[in-house]
Nanobody
Framework: QVQLVESGGGLVQAGGSLKLSCAASGSIFGINDMGWYRQAPGNQRELVASITISDRTIYADSVKGRFTISRDNTKNTVYLQMNSLKPEDTAVYYC?????????????WGQGTQVTVSL
């Protein structure tokens, strides 16, 4: 089993910055991709950014140029640096890890961390 623990959420004013961290533990062998998703009240959970084992990144159009995802494999941790935050970024942010083995691909989710951006 894989456990993901997020931290770094909080309340900031529009234009501010926040950095989220997600530490993976447990059976981390086989994790290929990690990413950040978010879900605002009444909305679907959506991909914010993802990063592969080879550091290839994908960003949602809404956060390009403002958010940066990175990972430290020695610490089994993925980060999301969020700059120029907007009220529309307000959501619960979830860390995700994809693990592949002979049986298929499996996803693990963190518990979520609240990000609130005020005007």
């Amino acid at each position: 089993q894989v456990q993901l623990v997020e931290s770094g959420g909080g309340l900031v004013q529009a234009g501010g910055s926040l950095k989220l961290s997600c530490a993976a533990s447990g059976s981390i062998f086989g994790i290929n991709d990690m990413g950040w998703y978010r879900q605002a009240p009444g909305n679907q959970r959506e991909l914010v950014a993802s990063i592969t084992i080879s550091d290839r990144t994908i960003y949602a159009d809404s956060v390009k140029g403002r958010f940066t995802i990175s990972r430290d494999n020695t610490k089994n941790t993925v980060y999301l640096q969020m700059n120029s935050l907007k009220p529309e970024d307000t959501a619960v942010y979830y860390c995700n890890a994809k693990k592949t083995n002979r049986y298929g691909t499996f996803n693990t989710w963190g518990q979520g961390t609240q990000v609130t951006v005020s005007l």
